[in-house]
């Protein structure tokens, strides 16, 4: 009988959790037991700096607990994680998020399919602060110029290769907000993210960091907090990028091209209505055409129905008068038969026949005499 452990033929993989002792980390750490990848184990960064995290959910998986005794910002814990994982395949799971059983063998499945790509993403369902899925899903395709503009992946959507640490990619503790943002522009510099359009993670609003708002606008406005956390990305950035990159972008940005875009879009449909409203007076026409040899068909069935009614009255009447006629007949009979059975009839019967032999006599001399003549 053998005794291998399973988990040897896998691939390790790292699960960071930040964690404030959030509720809802009982949620995050129960998510991650029910994964169905037998490898894994759990980082759980105390940013509390109490050392008082309940992990009685994480079950029998592996947990490294890391604390420094102090308050850790965002950044800060996700570096503190980093530091501890041993994991091949690394990926974030704050503790007011959740994900699906097969996420973790999903995007491995993806990431040692392709030698090309260390880093593969799912797509996340957006939940209110009950957990509800709301309207929304991050599906993004990977795209490294759009990438430049937003941060549409959520931290805990994306499993990434280790390896990739090697080029110096941490966190910037500089960011409060948007610290996975700059992360993922840092691993872009070094390989392609894959999307799998597989909803396998669950992101609740109204978290510490909730830069997914509904009113886009707050994004751009200078006295936001998000505002001045995109400025700060960019202030980073933008002397990082090529001029080819940042026209890209410009390109990207550029509501002209569009704007060209629907005006033929709308010229096409105009052209499209116009022509389907020449088919419709067709039909229109045609329909009239239809109408007016329905009542003219109409008027026949009328003419046809008083002329059937007429010929149903004469019929009606001839019947009536043949009952009429037989009736008498019938009368006529009996009252010959009446003749015939009286007593009267049958005592004239011998004069009957002299009288028709004397006429019959009475002819054949004549045609005697005639014939002299």
């Not at 799912?122 to 759009?146: C, H, M, W």
């Not at 007429?310 to 007949?329: E, N």
């Amino acid at each position: 009988m053998s005794t291998e452990n399973p988990t040897e033929h896998k691939n390790q993989v790292s699960i960071i959790c930040r964690t404030l002792g959030r509720p809802e980390l009982k949620q995050a750490l129960q998510s991650i037991a029910s994964q169905d990848y037998p490898n894994i184990e759990i980082v759980l960064v105390d940013a509390t700096g109490k050392q008082s995290i309940d992990s009685a959910a994480s079950g029998d998986r592996p947990l490294e607990f890391v604390t420094t005794g102090s308050v850790l910002r965002r950044s800060a814990a996700a570096n503190a994680g980093l530091e501890a994982a041993h994991g091949k395949y690394i990926q974030f799971l704050d503790d007011d998020d959740w994900i699906d059983p097969s996420h973790v063998s999903q995007l491995v499945s993806v990431l040692e399919s392709s030698d090309e790509t260390a880093a593969a993403y799912s797509s996340t369902q957006k939940t209110n602060a009950a957990g509800d899925s709301l309207d929304y899903v991050f599906r993004e395709a990977f795209d490294p110029i759009l990438l430049m503009r937003d941060n549409y992946i959520p931290i805990h959507s994306i499993l990434f290769d280790s390896a990739l640490l090697k080029h110096g990619c941490r966190f910037d503790e500089a960011f409060d907000i948007y610290e996975d943002w700059d992360f993922w522009l840092q691993l872009s510099q070094h390989t392609n993210f894959q999307h799998i359009d597989s909803i396998t993670a669950y992101y609740r609003e109204g978290g510490d960091s909730d830069t997914a708002l509904a009113d886009v606008r707050l994004r751009y406005q200078a006295d936001t907090a998000l505002g001045k956390g995109r400025a700060a990305i960019f202030e980073k950035w933008l002397p990082k990028w090529t001029g080819e990159k940042v026209n890209s972008l410009i390109g990207q940005l550029d509501q002209s091209v569009l704007l060209c875009e629907q005006d033929a879009q709308i010229h096409s449909e105009l052209r499209k209505n116009a022509e389907l409203q020449h088919e419709i007076e067709k039909l229109d026409s045609q329909i009239n055409g239809l109408d007016s040899q329905i009542n003219g068909l109409d008027s026949q069935i009328n003419g046809l129905d008083l002329k059937l009614l007429d010929t149903a009255s004469q019929l009606k009447q001839l019947k009536d008068h043949s009952k009429q006629q037989a009736q008498h007949v019938g009368e006529l009979e009996k009252r010959l038969n009446a003749i015939y059975d009286s007593l009267s009839w049958k005592l004239m019967g011998p004069v009957r026949r002299v009288s028709r032999t004397l006429t019959k006599e009475k002819e054949f001399g004549n045609n005697e005499s005639d014939s002299d003549k």
